[in-house]
């Protein structure tokens, strides 16, 4: 069933910014019961929550698709490296919160492409699946 989707909800989280242009991206814990767009500060406390289902202004309840969700949409950042399906993903480091490809050893890792891309803010399925690369 490769088109089939699940969606592990992460519960009691806010906006705890404007979040209204960040669809698809990448969200950690940023304060208590609050979450948002994924950077540097996101991957290096470990406190990645998933991908942000829908835009609310700050403030407003966050629905995210948390570990073991499958077939979830998400933005990437495509034209920084080809990303192909299978490849390990994670937040850009620049707090767009959009996805990259990772191969770094023992880097951290939150979702698995099932779609390839090659551009900027392309859309593409993904599993999110918390993990490190073998090093």
Known sequence: MPNAH?????PGFTAGESLTSSQY??????ADNAVSEADS???ATGLIQGILLNAP????????????SLGVYA??????VNISRGDKLKADVSGSGKLIKTTT??????CIAREASTADNDLI????NFGMVAG
């Not at 202004?57 to 073991?68: C, F, N, R």
């Not at 399925?125 to 999110?128: A, C, G």
């Open 25 to 30: 991206h990448m969200v950690f814990q940023s």
């Open 41 to 43: 500060a996101g991957n």
């Open 125 to 128: 399925r993904v599993d999110v």
């Open 75 to 80: 933005k990437v950042l495509g034209n920084s």
């Open 6 to 10: 699940t969606i592990n909800y992460v």
């Open 57 to 68: 202004a700050s403030g407003e309840p966050a629905e995210i698709a948390g570990d073991g």
């Open 105 to 110: 050893d023992t880097d951290d890792y939150h």
